[in-house]
């Protein structure tokens, strides 16, 4: 099937603000659309995200977030190139590569070529008649990955509540995808409503839809949530394990880690003590970013010293690109990555990333962003691209539900094997 036409045009993501929507029309008048996330503790080595702030093109009530410029580069750069040839997301990625041939998509903007490479792979799927999911896996069962779910959040997506971004859970014990997520939501309630007859302030739903519940120390809501897994009569460490989301490039500043609601400030060499202490004395299998986005030798002298069956996970430490990724292969920083289309801004390149990692012996986690939107092409691609683990936030919010949703559909109507990554 031929594309005939390419158009991209501004919506608003789950916080409110602009990103790109784009849509592939095929010859046979069928329409395919795609909408990209954003992030807020954005990696400083993530793809470009392109944004009108300083240019004509500005809308002054989004602050500058519009983004009529990667919208325009869709409509005017990229549609004239892809009109008229044959429908694959490997040529289209290609040919948005030679149209923008920066590793950082700056000149084209990662929001546009990230919007037109899915729609393309969309668009692939159904000239085959196939899902998207099994567009990259044809044959056999599909492998539905294990939630990693935020119950508290802090950091950048809830006014800094916490001093880390997310306490997670992984539910690894269930033997089923819709049984883990019966045990996340009943957790997640759980917290709610304990918090609340503990006095904390527990009204503040962050933008990932987990609860924004203040604590001083991160220790203390640790246990608040190992408390609540227990309270439902689960094991945690052996049904449900903790996974953190440190996030710490946020609170690195002049060399040192400042926990500003613990009032403790730390050398990196004092950091990796505290971390290592804080995975022995919680059900902790899971920490993301313990150390910030350029701070590699850290992160090796964490990883030499981990506990083996630590998941010690990069995300602005590997931002999905293929040269940091392989720095962090050779120098044993981390055993398992966090994969984010967005960071990347193609596809193809993003099921790359992901495969030389696999292929490393990294475990892998497909990430959504703090800012969605109701497209859940992710829960697709984690499924078809047979990474273990996906990341989508909370069980709250439609942007976040949406994800979820998609996994128990393919549950009930395909042929899948829950993966069990722990
Ligand atoms: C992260 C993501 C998702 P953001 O840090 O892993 O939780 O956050 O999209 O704001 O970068
Ligand atoms: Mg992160």
């Known amino acids: 099937m031929k594309i005939t036409k390419v158009q991209a045009y501004q919506v608003l993501d789950s916080r409110g603000r602009p990103t790109v929507s784009a849509s592939i029309t095929l010859d046979d008048a069928s329409v395919h659309t795609a909408r990209v996330p954003s992030g807020a503790s954005t990696g400083a080595h993530e793809a470009t995200e392109l944004r009108d702030a300083g240019t004509a093109l500005a809308e002054k009530f989004y602050g500058g977030k519009s ?3 990667a919208v325009a580069n869709v409509n005017s750069k990229i549609a004239p190139a892809l009109i008229g040839n044959d429908i694959a997301l490997e040529s289209v990625d290609q040919k948005l590569n030679e149209l923008d ?13 990230l919007a037109v490479s899915l729609a393309a792979a969309k668009a692939e799927a159904h000239s085959k008649n196939q899902s998207l999911a099994r567009l990259f896996s044809p044959t056999g ?7 990693m779910v935020n119950i508290l959040s802090g950091g950048a997506h809830a006014n800094r509540t916490l001093d880390i971004q997310d306490v997670l859970v992984l539910p690894h014990g269930a033997k089923s995808f819709s049984e883990a997520l019966s045990w996340i939501v009943a957790i997640r309630e759980l917290a709610a409503v304990r918090g609340r007859e503990q006095g904390l302030v527990t009204h503040l739903v962050a933008d990932e839809g987990g609860l924004g519940i203040p604590f001083d120390s991160i220790e203390e809501a640790c246990s608040f949530v190992v408390s609540c897994i227990e309270e439902l009569g689960l094991k945690a460490g052996s049904d449900v394990s903790l996974a953190l989301d440190i996030a710490s490039t946020q609170f ?6 400042e926990l500003v609601n613990a009032k403790k400030s730390f050398t990196s060499q004092e950091f990796v003590q505290f971390i290592s202490t804080l995975v022995k004395n919680q059900p902790i299998i899971s920490i993301e970013d313990p150390f910030a986005e350029d ?4 992160w090796s002298a964490f990883a030499a010293i981990a506990p083996k069956q630590l998941q010690l996970l990069g995300d602005d430490l590997f931002t999905t690109s293929p040269t940091r990724l392989e720095r962090g292969i050779v120098e044993k920083s981390a055993n398992a990555i966090l994969i984010k289309p967005n960071q ?20 892998t986690v497909v990430s959504a962003r703090s800012g969605e939107t109701e497209d859940s092409w992710l829960a697709d691609l984690a499924t078809g691209w047979k990474a273990e683990q996906i990341k989508v936030g909370s069980t709250h919010g439609s942007e976040r539900n949406a994800k979820w949703n998609r996994l128990l559909e393919l ?12």
């Open 141 to 147: 069962k599909l492998l539905l990955p294990m939630p």
């Open 295 to 298: 701070d590699w030798q850290s």
């Open 67 to 69: 983004v009529h410029i």
């Open 344 to 363: 990347n801004g193609l596809v193809s390149d993003t099921l790359r990333v992901l495969e030389s990692a696999h292929a490393a012996g990294f475990k």
């Open 101 to 113: 041939p920066s590793l950082s998509h700056e000149v084209l903007g990662a929001n546009a070529t």
């Open 252 to 257: 690195f500043e002049n060399g040192r880690y």
């Open 411 to 422: 549950e009930a109507t395909e042929e899948t094997k829950f993966a069990q990554p722990f």
